[in-house]
């Protein structure tokens, strides 16, 4: 067979892709449809920076998770094809096996591995991880912040100190610390998972019992079966082969291995940690700045006049009234996140070596840019329109948010 033509790779990698294209214009004509009945959401689609932010957004999150079903990928991120290495885009295989597609659409890296699956594979390693990584970042920072912001004093000069020394340290490094050997093997990062994970919990429970503590009669039943689920997820998340901690000198039990039904990979696990960890401090002082600015208002002032508790008027007078910042904030630190998950499968630390995710594949390409582009320029301009996407995002959610 004769290699592809630039057109014909371009007509195959837009058919290959083609339940992606479906999901966009399925979701797109659904979201301009009911556009006035979904608040902020729907407002996004009268701004054309917004659209397209969210366009380049969820291009990368349809395209990831069908990549994980394995329904939009030509070959195995992993498998090796002899006489396929470093071979340009549109390259056929010599001899296909029936059914294997026939070419590398986007070329063949320095190990045989076909670019265009790993990209593709690369997207769903990103989806995993950043919006879950700030998430939790999220949990955290509100948890602690919306109570430094509004009790102010000795508490709210405490959580500053802790945010502020974090801060301090120079994140490079804060990661490369956190992911080394050393580190992973003294355990470390299998406690910070046990402290930042609870932060969920706490906060669930501090928002269902300030809305509800005065209706005893659903507020307990609900607390029960809400937090019950919240601390099974829970100990599945720290809990690893039956293991909440598992070094060359000790061991500290967790679920029984009969009832942990899944484990997290500890590479992943360490890469989400140290992720967490660098970003909640940020979010920390962006929610005690609106705490104590907001807090001012003369809706809180009833709220306090009425007798409401301390922790309902954080929870439902203040925070929703910070949403917009928070949101707008949200999809900024889902680009940060990405921007640093790149950067550490760049240095190759936290994720195995194998992985398909955009900065190891980056790394595995640069080595060859001087003769061969192929390999890292993809999931290089993957990278940068999914965080082009999210500040794009960002700004039209920021823009929309001011007009309420």
Avoid at 53 to 62: I, K, Y
Avoid at 170 to 176: C, E, G, Q, S, T
Avoid at 198 to 220: D, G, Q
Wanted: charged share 15%.
């Amino acid at each position: 067979m004769d290699p592809l033509s630039t057109v014909e790779i371009i007509i195959r990698i837009l058919v290959q892709l083609s339940p992606v294209w479906t999901s966009l214009i399925f979701l797109y004509a659904l979201s301009i449809a009911f556009k006035r009945r979904l608040g902020l959401y729907g407002k996004l689609f009268d701004s054309p920076i917004g659209m397209i932010g969210f366009a380049l957004v969820m291009f990368w999150v349809f395209a990831g998770i069908y990549g994980a079903m394995d329904m939009i990928v030509t070959h195995d991120e992993l498998s090796q094809v002899s006489g396929m290495k470093n071979k340009i885009p549109g390259t056929p295989l010599r001899s296909p096996e029936e059914g294997e597609y026939q070419w590398y659409l986007l070329g063949g890296d320095n190990l045989a591995r076909d670019v265009f699956s790993r990209l593709i594979k690369g997207a769903w390693e990103v989806i995993k991880i950043a919006p879950m990584a700030a998430v939790f970042a999220f949990m955290v920072g509100i948890t602690l912040g919306l109570p430094a912001g509004y009790y102010g004093g000795k508490l709210d000069t405490f959580l500053s100190f802790l945010a502020n020394l974090i801060l301090a340290f120079p994140v490079i490094l804060l990661f490369y610390l956190l992911v080394t050997p050393e580190i992973v093997q003294s355990g470390v990062p299998n406690y910070m998972a046990m402290v930042l994970f609870v932060f969920p919990i706490i906060f669930l429970a501090v928002l269902l019992n300030s809305r509800f503590h005065t209706r005893p009669s659903l507020r307990t039943p609900l607390l029960i079966g809400v937090l019950g689920l919240a601390i099974w997820l829970y100990l599945q998340l720290v809990s690893n082969g039956g293991y909440l901690i598992r070094t060359a000198d000790y061991s500290i039990y967790g679920l029984p291995r009969v009832l942990d039904f899944f484990d997290i990979d500890p590479g992943l696990l360490v890469v989400f940690v140290s992720v967490v960890f660098v970003n909640s401090p940020t979010v920390f002082r962006i929610v005690r700045g609106l705490t104590m600015d907001i807090k001012t208002r003369d809706y809180v002032a009833a709220a306090q006049t009425r007798g409401e508790g301390p922790w309902y008027i954080m929870l439902w007078e203040i925070l929703p009234n910070a949403r917009g910042p928070l949101i707008v904030d949200f999809c900024l630190r889902i680009g940060y996140t990405t921007i640093l998950l790149g950067t550490l499968g760049f240095f190759g630390l936290g994720l195995a070596p194998e992985s398909p995710d955009w900065g190891s594949t980056i790394n595995d390409g640069r080595k060859l840019l001087s003769i061969y582009l192929h390999p890292a320029l993809p999931p290089a301009l993957a990278l940068l329109s999914l965080v082009l996407g999210l500040n794009l995002l960002a700004d039209g959610l920021r823009e929309e948010s001011l007009k309420d």
